[in-house]
């Protein structure tokens, strides 16, 4: 089946720290990656996508991700995080079903708590 | 500004009562999704829209209906809410294929009682 998984429900960690956000994907065929946060009472906004090409991706805020295929992993990097980054994080996968058009799975989602 | 618009943002409503969810987006883009989001298990797709009068069902369309009459509009319906209804549902549209950002509406908080 396909999926994705976000191990850890929370991560914690000190402003000015790195911080990352781990994603593991299990598709068929050429996985569509996609990072998405989500700040209290809002819909959720777009962060970075990964396609083809780069393994390394540059996205909003400062986020970039790391495209690993032979682990299916996708993490989200920061290398100095800051209190306003603290917020709810998901991963998602494009996949194609065998019906026809496609769809989009997402992770159960992150809390990221940036501490001052 | 583009977006995308829900209404209502907040509603309560009894079993059994059919409402109606609207989702509405100003960019003119081809597909449209509804999710549902629950604690621990993420976003959940619905339905979605590939074009006017062009629906499928996603991972959970028990209970729900859909339509797209016009291409900016995709109304979500409960024709007959239940408690396990009560969810945080967030409307979604992008322009076409497989690679392009979907862009969310702000949500709308249903409570069936």
């Known amino acids: 089946a396909q999926s994705v998984a976000q191990p850890e429900d929370q991560v914690n960690v000190a402003e000015g720290n790195p911080l990352t956000v781990k994603c593991t994907y299990s598709?068929?065929?050429?996985?569509?990656l996609f990072w998405y946060v989500q700040y209290p009472n809002r819909g959720l906004q777009f962060l970075l996508k990964y396609i083809t090409g780069d393994n390394l991706v540059k996205g909003s805020y400062g986020f970039e991700a790391e495209f690993n295929k032979s682990q299916t992993s996708f993490h989200l990097k920061k290398p100095s995080a800051l209190v306003s980054d603290s917020a709810l994080y998901f991963c998602?996968?494009?996949?194609?079903?065998?019906?026809?058009?496609?769809?989009?799975?997402f992770g159960a989602g992150t809390r990221l708590f940036v501490k001052a | 500004e583009a977006q995308v618009t829900q209404n209502p943002r907040y509603l309560i409503t009894v079993t059994g009562k059919k409402l109606t969810v609207t989702c509405s987006q100003n960019?003119?883009?081809?597909?449209m999704s509804w999710y549902r989001q629950d604690p621990g298990l993420g976003l959940r797709q619905i339905y979605y829209?590939?074009?006017?009068?062009?629906?499928d069902k996603g991972d959970v369309p028990e209970g729900y209906k859909v339509s797209r009459k016009e291409k900016r509009n995709f109304p979500l319906i409960l024709e007959s809410p239940s408690p396990n209804q009560t969810s945080l549902y967030f409307c979604?549209?992008?322009?076409?294929?497989?690679?392009?950002?979907?862009?969310f509406g702000p949500g709308t908080r249903l409570t069936v009682l």
């Open positions: 598709v068929s065929g050429n996985p569509y």
């Open positions: 998602a996968v494009r996949v194609v079903p065998n019906t026809g058009g496609f769809k989009t799975i």
């Open positions: 829209s590939m074009n006017v009068e062009v629906t």
């Open positions: 960019m003119n883009h081809e597909y």
């Open positions: 979604a549209s992008w322009t076409s294929g497989y690679t392009d950002t979907q862009y």
